[in-house]
């Protein structure tokens, strides 16, 4: 696949404010600060498409990015963010179980994880979440411009022994570009 265009559509707190239509929708989720708007950026070569911050809850909407003019890239909170009351943890995580769980279009969600700690307790239980609920989803380990050689052996283990139904596992830095390729290649099976 290649992106030729990228334009934001729109930002929603809510399951009812979300877009209607048949588009495909392919979402990115993750903990909070693992680089799912950077990657965004990565992807679509636009800078500043999606805001990033090196604090993490820097995304606090649903946000949509219309790409080709044909399908949804879709920007979620991250999860796992400490700073945040318990109420509003918990509102978060209702809407983005029901958003992952009901959205018929969703097309495929891409699960970042942070390649130096790619098995925490909150992704694990992500994973769970996916796999009982029969959605297609695929990995990506972010950040992999920060591992040593000697972690890059034991992520690859780690990962072996979780996300059993995982579609792929991609190695992938928004800051060198790896992965990039081959992870719009993937793409190109979730958007006819
Ligand atoms: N070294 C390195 N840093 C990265 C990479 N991707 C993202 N980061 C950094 O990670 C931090 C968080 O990035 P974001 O893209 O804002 O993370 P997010 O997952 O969208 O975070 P929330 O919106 O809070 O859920 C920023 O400081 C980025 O510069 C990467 O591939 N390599
Ligand atoms: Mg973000």
């Not at 708007?37 to 990015?65: C, D, Q």
Request: hydrophobic share 40%; glycine share 8%; aromatic share 10%.
């Amino acid at each position: 696949m290649k992106i030729t265009h990228a334009a934001f559509h729109i930002s929603v707190s809510a399951l009812s404010g979300l877009p209607e239509g048949s588009s495909p929708e392919i979402v990115f989720a993750g903990r909070s600060n693992v680089g799912k708007s950077t990657l965004l950026n990565s992807l679509t070569e636009v800078k500043g498409l999606a805001k990033t911050s090196s604090t993490p809850g820097k995304t606090r909407l649903i946000n949509y990015f219309l790409i080709n003019n044909q399908f949804f890239f879709v920007d979620l909170p991250g999860y796992g963010y400490a700073a945040v009351g318990h109420e509003q943890k918990a509102a978060w995580g209702n809407l983005l179980s029901s958003y992952i769980e009901h959205r018929q279009t969703i097309s495929l969600i891409v699960l970042l994880l942070d390649s130096r700690h790619p098995a925490m307790h909150s992704d694990r239980a992500m994973i769970n979440f996916l796999e009982f609920h029969e959605r297609p989803y695929g990995i990506v380990l972010t950040k992999f411009d920060k591992l040593t050689q000697k972690q890059k052996v034991q992520t690859g283990r780690i990962m072996e022994s979780c996300a059993a139904k995982a579609k792929f596992i991609v190695n992938y830095s928004s800051f060198s570009g790896k992965g990039k390729s081959e992870l719009l290649a993937h793409f190109d099976h979730y958007i006819c």
